[in-house]
């Protein structure tokens, strides 16, 4: 299917051609709804921009940025412990490289699929570029779970997955990070094998082991981040993390280091959850708490219900699926990071936070909020950090492993840290800048939308039809 910009009376109005082409978005790639989501979302913002620059409509460039690159789908057989086989299916996809090689995340879960994947590469488009580093847009994964595989049959997964993946990717080409399901173990077992069939050790994979090319502050850098984004926003209203009460939802990396660092700057968190319920603290969860969370999650591999029976005052809920709300939304709070996944803040979710007087939204997870939510926040005027701004601290400190990497250097935690401080910084500056450009003064979705597009669509145009 083809699009047409040109009609008789010459070139579409702008928001004629963006309904055009998402019309054919959805028609091209049907059952993908968090893909359409996620092109909405960018397209909404980008009515701004296409008055000022109808370049980018004569060279359809939201044409092209909506079509990946290359997608890889692939088999992936293995053996588990009883020695049965299993088929699990593999994907990547490469979805812009103007800027620089594809960059993004592996995600192993039983979620996985093409529009999920083709979402979070889309969305890793914008965030990288937001980065000011030269990395382009990629994710790919799995819908093969880790959740109670022995290390041999995570290991002979990775080892099947990287057989094939290994011929599409490289340092200056495609360069894989983790994401949902795919950690440290997991990144070893991939670059081992990729090191093994390829005969060379290169920057292939970020957030690898520290003693075999890997950065500080790389488990941290979402959370990290994320929390260092928070305290600007705060800032543009003469406000600090100091004292707030904080909701964060999941309990893996990205949750796990936004509550250490909202500990470090004087806040109080109070939650954390994963996919069989939440747990509230009202005494808040403090290092000691923390370090317990941590063993749970990352050694013994627990259900964060066993919290509660740790520490008496601490309250589990279970949530139910069906339900359109999760009950961790609605505490009385100052501030919340949703760190889980896609979609977990529904617009009842998002009216109950506004209800319970939350003042700042920063998302940690990718597009944690519903178009509706995100409506949501947007008219009550709190501050609202989306995902692609907020959590882009990840993927800038791989950006920075890669340039450790490249140069065969090691930079201190203090001197990664410091860096990755500046560029969230830097993002919100961004962020905030563009949208007062735009006419939308404190609208960072905005911002953050037409700031990461513009780079990507002006590297388009420089480099012709390609």
């Given at each position: 299917?083809?699009?047409?910009?040109?009609?008789?009376?010459?070139?579409?109005?702008?928001?004629?051609?963006?309904?055009?082409?998402?019309?054919?978005?959805?028609a091209?790639?049907?059952?993908?709804?968090?893909?359409?989501?996620?092109?909405?979302?960018?397209?909404?913002?980008?009515?701004?921009?296409?008055?000022?620059?109808?370049?980018?409509?004569?060279?359809?460039?939201?044409?092209?940025?909506?079509?990946?690159?290359?997608?890889?789908?692939?088999?992936?057989?293995?053996?588990?412990?009883?020695?049965?086989?299993?088929?699990?299916?593999?994907?990547?996809?490469?979805?812009?490289?103007?800027?620089?090689?594809?960059?993004?995340?592996?995600?192993?879960?039983?979620?996985?699929?093409?529009?999920?994947?083709?979402?979070?590469?889309?969305?890793?488009?914008?965030?990288?570029?937001?980065?000011?580093?030269?990395?382009?847009?990629g994710?790919?994964?799995?819908?093969?779970?880790?959740?109670?595989?022995?290390?041999?049959?995570?290991?002979?997964?990775?080892?099947?997955?990287?057989?094939?993946?290994?011929?599409?990717?490289?340092?200056?080409?495609?360069?894989?990070?983790?994401?949902?399901?795919v950690?440290?173990?997991?990144?070893?077992?991939?670059?081992?094998?990729?090191?093994?069939?390829?005969?060379e050790?290169?920057?292939?994979?970020?957030?690898?082991?520290?003693?075999?090319?890997?950065?500080?502050?790389?488990?941290?850098?979402?959370?990290?981040?994320?929390?260092?984004?928070?305290?600007?926003?705060?800032?543009?209203?003469?406000?600090?993390?100091?004292?707030?009460?904080?909701?964060?939802?999941?309990?893996?990396?990205?949750?796990?280091?936004?509550?250490?660092?909202?500990?470090?700057?004087?806040?109080?968190?109070?939650?954390?959850?994963?996919?069989?319920?939440?747990?509230?603290?009202?005494?808040?969860?403090?290092?000691e708490?923390?370090?317990?969370?941590?063993?749970?999650?990352?050694?013994?591999?627990?259900?964060?219900r066993?919290?509660?029976?740790?520490?008496?005052?601490?309250?589990?809920?279970?949530?139910?699926?069906?339900?359109?709300?999760?009950?961790?939304?609605?505490?009385?709070?100052?501030?919340?990071?949703?760190?889980?996944?896609?979609?977990?803040?529904?617009?009842?979710?998002?009216?109950?936070?506004?209800?319970?007087?939350?003042?700042l939204?920063?998302?940690?997870?990718?597009?944690?909020?519903?178009?509706?939510a995100?409506?949501?926040?947007?008219?009550?005027k709190?501050?609202?950090?989306?995902?692609?701004?907020?959590?882009?601290?990840?993927?800038?400190?791989?950006?920075?492993?890669?340039?450790?990497?490249?140069?065969?250097?090691?930079?201190?935690?203090?001197?990664?840290?410091?860096?990755?401080?500046?560029?969230?910084?830097?993002?919100?500056?961004?962020?905030?800048?563009?949208?007062?450009?735009?006419?939308?003064?404190?609208?960072?979705?905005?911002?953050?939308?037409?700031?990461?597009?513009?780079?990507?669509?002006?590297?388009m145009?420089?480099?012709?039809?390609?």
């Amino acid at each position: 299917m083809t699009t047409s910009i040109l009609s008789s009376s010459g070139i579409k109005a702008p928001g004629d051609y963006l309904e055009e082409v998402m019309i054919s978005v959805k028609a091209k790639n049907p059952a993908e709804p968090e893909f359409h989501q996620a092109v909405r979302e960018v397209f909404d913002s980008l009515r701004l921009v296409l008055a000022k620059h109808p370049e980018y409509q004569s060279n359809r460039i939201l044409d092209r940025i909506v079509e990946p690159e290359r997608v890889l789908m692939f088999r992936v057989p293995w053996t588990d412990d009883q020695g049965n086989v299993q088929v699990n299916r593999g994907f990547r996809i490469e979805m812009n490289s103007a800027i620089g090689p594809y960059k993004g995340g592996l995600r192993f879960h039983p979620s996985v699929n093409l529009g999920i994947l083709k979402f979070l590469a889309f969305e890793q488009v914008f965030k990288n570029s937001l980065t000011t580093l030269p990395m382009g847009g990629g994710k790919g994964g799995s819908d093969f779970d880790p959740k109670g595989k022995s290390d041999n049959e995570v290991m002979r997964f990775c080892q099947s997955f990287m057989t094939e993946l290994q011929r599409h990717i490289g340092p200056n080409t495609d360069v894989p990070a983790g994401d949902i399901g795919v950690g440290g173990r997991e990144i070893g077992y991939l670059f081992g094998q990729y090191k093994r069939l390829r005969n060379e050790f290169t920057g292939v994979l970020t957030g690898k082991g520290l003693n075999w090319g890997g950065s500080l502050i790389r488990p941290e850098a979402t959370g990290y981040g994320c929390v260092y984004f928070a305290e600007e926003m705060l800032k543009s209203r003469k406000d600090s993390l100091d004292g707030k009460l904080c909701l964060v939802s999941g309990s893996g990396n990205v949750s796990q280091y936004t509550i250490e660092k909202l500990l470090d700057l004087g806040a109080k968190p109070v939650t954390v959850s994963d996919s069989n319920g939440v747990i509230y603290d009202p005494d808040g969860i403090d290092r000691e708490k923390l370090a317990y969370v941590l063993e749970l999650k990352n050694v013994k591999r627990g259900r964060i219900r066993d919290y509660a029976a740790r520490y008496e005052k601490a309250i589990f809920m279970p949530t139910d699926v069906k339900l359109e709300h999760s009950p961790l939304w609605n505490i009385k709070a100052d501030c919340a990071f949703p760190s889980a996944t896609q979609n977990e803040i529904s617009a009842r979710d998002a009216t109950n936070l506004i209800k319970n007087g939350i003042k700042l939204v920063a998302e940690g997870a990718n597009m944690p909020s519903t178009l509706e939510a995100t409506k949501l926040f947007l008219d009550a005027k709190i501050l609202y950090g989306p995902a692609k701004a907020a959590n882009a601290g990840g993927v800038a400190t791989s950006g920075l492993e890669m340039s450790q990497n490249s140069a065969r250097i090691s930079w201190t935690r203090e001197e990664v840290d410091e860096r990755l401080h500046k560029i969230m910084i830097s993002i919100h500056r961004n962020c905030y800048e563009t949208a007062e450009k735009y006419g939308t003064p404190g609208n960072l979705v905005n911002g953050a939308n037409i700031a990461g597009f513009l780079k990507v669509a002006d590297a388009m145009l420089d480099q012709g039809l390609v």
